[in-house]
């Protein structure tokens, strides 16, 4: 079975500074999807970035960005000018490529952004 | 946002009694979902569809049935719901793209 681990159960960072949020996983297989959520104190559930494993490249959408590093099962995720709405938990998943079931979801990590 | 729903968004029962939650999505998906969250240990799959009467384990599936007799509709039933069972309970749905979209969440607290 996949297993993902968020190993920062709560970060802090200054507004304006950015942060870097880990993510490893655990996997045998090729195909896969890696996900970024997020999940502020509403409790709604918002995908804030995704990658593709068979992609090389780096997926980024404006101020989030990730690290992703196949070889390591590393899906690490980058805000930079972290703003005071960035604050919230957030969750790294994956999903196996094909196949109906669910995502596999690491334990989360609680952002707080300090003024 | 996928239009999904679920209710009630909030629920508290009594241990013993039988519990159903409803999900219900308008973006016609044929993937859809049911996971819990728990302190400490993110969300994680209960049970889910991949089509209208065709639905399977997840990971957390005991004390838990699943029905899909509409494209649209994705009941969750606590049979003899037990306060283990006090969760948060999120509902998605999956698009082609595997990206899934998520309900607002039901919390439900079993006294």
């Known amino acids: 079975a996949q297993t993902v681990t968020q190993s920062q159960p709560e970060m802090s960072v200054q507004e304006a500074e950015t942060v870097t949020l880990s993510c490893t996983y655990d996997t045998s297989e090729s195909d896969y999807y890696l996900f970024w959520y997020k999940q502020p104190p509403s409790r709604q559930m918002i995908l804030v970035i995704r990658q593709e494993a068979y992609k090389q490249q780096n997926a980024t959408e404006n101020r989030f960005s990730v690290n992703f590093q196949k070889a390591a099962k590393s899906f690490s995720l980058k805000i930079s000018d972290s703003q005071l709405g960035d604050a919230a938990m957030y969750f790294c998943?994956?999903?196996?490529?094909?196949?109906?079931?669910?995502?596999?979801f690491g334990k989360g990590t609680h952002l707080i952004i300090q003024p | 946002d996928a239009g999904i729903t679920q209710s009630p968004r909030h629920k508290v029962t009594e241990t013993g009694t039988p519990v159903t939650l409803r999900c219900h999505q308008t973006?016609?998906?044929?993937?859809m979902y049911w996971y819990r969250q728990d302190p400490g240990h993110g969300l994680r799959l209960i049970h889910y569809?991949?089509?209208?009467?065709?639905?399977d384990k997840g990971e957390v599936s005991d004390g838990y049935s699943v029905s899909r007799s509409k494209t649209e509709d994705f009941l969750l039933t606590l049979e003899s719901a037990t306060s283990s069972q006090t969760s948060v309970y999120f509902c998605?749905?999956?698009?082609?793209?595997?990206?899934?979209?998520f309900g607002p969440g039901t919390r439900l607290t079993v006294t």
């Open positions: 973006e016609n998906h044929r993937y």
């Open positions: 998605a749905t999956r698009d082609a793209a595997y990206e899934q979209y």
């Open positions: 998943a994956y999903k196996s490529g094909g196949g109906a079931d669910g995502l596999t």
């Open positions: 569809s991949y089509g209208v009467k065709d639905t």
